[in-house]
């Protein structure tokens, strides 16, 4: 079965620094990987998702994600935090014979100060 | 195009009751499927429904069990209630395919006194 792991439940950033979220996964077979955002009282939108293209997967808002299958690491990287990224982010991941069915990390909330 | 339409949007019940949650899809969507999130479990997989049939179940009690209407439309349906069964239940549509994006909706916030 997949697993994802999520280092940090809380990171604290300031305006204007590297954001770097890390995500490790488990999977005995080639995985799909999705970088996840949830806002407060929303449900989650996706950022990113690596599919077995392009190991280095660029998303929405500038953020984007390396897959490393030697590190089994998929970790979410922005140059330049903003206000508007505090928010909390999942990792997830899923295996082609799965569905829809998405195993997701513990999250990371993001306090961005200014 | 609409969202991903969940109702009610909140709700309270007792313990020993039953509730039924709606899940409208993203039009033309035939995948839905459904999550449960609290701060201690964080977000887990309940089941997805494709066309109709249950494709994936999660780990749930039979206590939790769902459908899906010709029109994609989708009800989730816990029964005898417990305390931790609160929790913000999230539904999520898409074409189905595993490696396509899927659309959130806000959720249903159900409290159980």
């Known amino acids: 079965a997949q697993s994802v792991t999520q280092l940090g439940s809380h990171v604290s950033v300031s305006e204007g620094a590297l954001v770097l979220l890390r995500c490790n996964y488990s999977?005995?077979?080639?995985?799909?990987l999705f970088w996840y955002v949830q806002y407060p009282n929303q449900g989650l939108q996706l950022l990113l998702k690596?599919?077995?293209?392009?190991?280095l997967v660029k998303g929405i808002n500038g953020f984007e994600a390396e897959f490393k299958k030697s590190e089994t690491s998929f970790h979410l990287t922005k140059p330049s935090a903003h206000m508007s990224d505090a928010a909390e982010y999942f990792c997830?991941?899923?295996?082609?014979?799965?569905?829809?069915?998405?195993?997701f990390g513990g999250g990371t909330r993001v306090l961005v100060k200014p | 195009k609409a969202g991903v339409t969940q109702t009610p949007r909140y709700l309270i019940k007792t313990r020993g009751q039953q509730v039924t949650l709606s899940c409208s899809p993203i039009s033309g969507h035939r995948s839905v499927s459904w999550y449960q999130q609290t701060p201690g479990q964080g977000l887990q997989f309940l089941f997805e429904?494709?066309?109709?049939?249950?494709?994936n179940k999660g780990n749930f009690p039979g206590r939790f069990s769902g459908r899906q209407f010709s029109n994609s439309r989708s009800e989730m349906n816990v029964s005898t209630l417990e305390l931790g069964d609160s929790a913000l239940y999230l539904c999520?549509?898409?074409?189905?395919?595993?490696?396509?994006?899927?659309?959130f909706g806000s959720g249903t916030q159900l409290s159980v006194l």
């Open positions: 997830a991941v899923t295996l082609k014979a799965a569905g829809n069915k998405l195993t």
């Open positions: 690596y599919t077995s293209a392009a190991t």
């Open positions: 429904y494709f066309s109709e049939t249950q494709r």
């Open positions: 999520a549509s898409s074409r189905g395919a595993p490696d396509e994006k899927l659309f």
């Open positions: 999977s005995s077979v080639p995985p799909y």
